[in-house]
T-cell receptor, first 115, second 112 residues
Framework: AQKVTQAQTEISVVEKEDVTLDCVYE???????LFWYKQPPSGELVFLIR??????QNEISGRYSWNFQKSTSSFNFTITASQVVDSAVYFC????????????FGKGTHLIIQP | GAGVSQSPRYKVTKRGQDVALRCDPI?????LYWYRQALGQGPEFLTY????????KSGLPNDRFSAERPEGSISTLTIQRTEQRDSAMYRC??????????FGPGTRLTVL
């Protein structure tokens, strides 16, 4: 069955620190996508990245980077030089699997960046 | 370049009443999804449509929940005879086929 585990319920760091959010997944599919979404205090869900399981290269976008390790079924997200505006709940997700559409989400990690 | 919109943003209703939640997807998006998100949890899949066809409703909790998308654009999620356990954030998302999903702001439903 599809499963996403975000073991860190809450992380608090001081501004400008680097922080990594962990995501471990289980899937019955041989090829799949992985996603990260951000839910800021305002409540909307903002798409951050979609990653194909074919491509294990790290992805970097500004201060954000993602490390995909198929061997350990992990898709971790790092924020470099964190800012207060990064405070949010971050969700990792993958498709429901077996050709079914829709996503399975983890429980999220609440990231608090203190000034 | 409007995003996904949902209405109402907040809905308070009494137990036993029916509610209808509306989703207006991004123009041209083929697929539309409904999720439910409880406090402190990630969204949970309810159902999805490709065009006007409901492809999968396996996530709907029971037969009080239904959804439609009659013209392949706007969708309505209806909950009949609401119960307190139905209180949650209901989220809609849309996507081009096999692409990332973009979410609306959600409808916060409170059943008293």
């Amino acid at each position: 069955a599809q499963k996403v585990t975000q073991a860190q319920t809450e992380i608090s760091v001081v501004e400008k620190e680097d922080v990594t959010l962990d995501c471990v997944y289980e899937t019955r599919d041989t090829t799949y996508y992985l996603f990260w979404y951000k839910q800021p205090p305002s409540g909307e869900l903002v798409f951050l990245i979609r990653r194909n399981s074919f491509d294990e290269q790290n992805e970097i976008s500004g201060r954000y980077s993602w490390n995909f390790q198929k061997s350990t079924s992990s898709f971790n997200f790092t924020i470099t030089a964190s800012q207060v505006v990064d405070s949010a709940v971050y969700f990792c997700a993958l498709p429901r699997g077996g050709g079914a559409d829709g996503l399975t989400f983890g429980k999220g990690t609440h990231l608090i960046i203190q000034p | 370049g409007a995003g996904v919109s949902q209405s109402p943003r907040y809905k308070v209703t009494k137990r036993g009443q029916d509610v209808a939640l509306r989703c207006d997807p991004i123009s041209g998006h083929v697929s539309l999804y409904w999720y439910r998100q409880a406090l402190g949890q990630g969204p949970e899949f309810l159902t999805y449509f490709n065009y006007e066809a409901q492809q999968d409703k396996s996530g709907l909790p029971n037969d009080r929940f239904s959804a439609e998308r009659p013209e392949g654009s706007i969708s309505t999620l209806t909950i009949q005879r609401t119960e307190q356990r139905d209180s949650a954030m209901y989220r809609c998302a849309s996507s081009l086929a096999n692409n990332e999903q973009f979410f609306g702001p959600g409808t916060r439903l409170t059943v008293l």
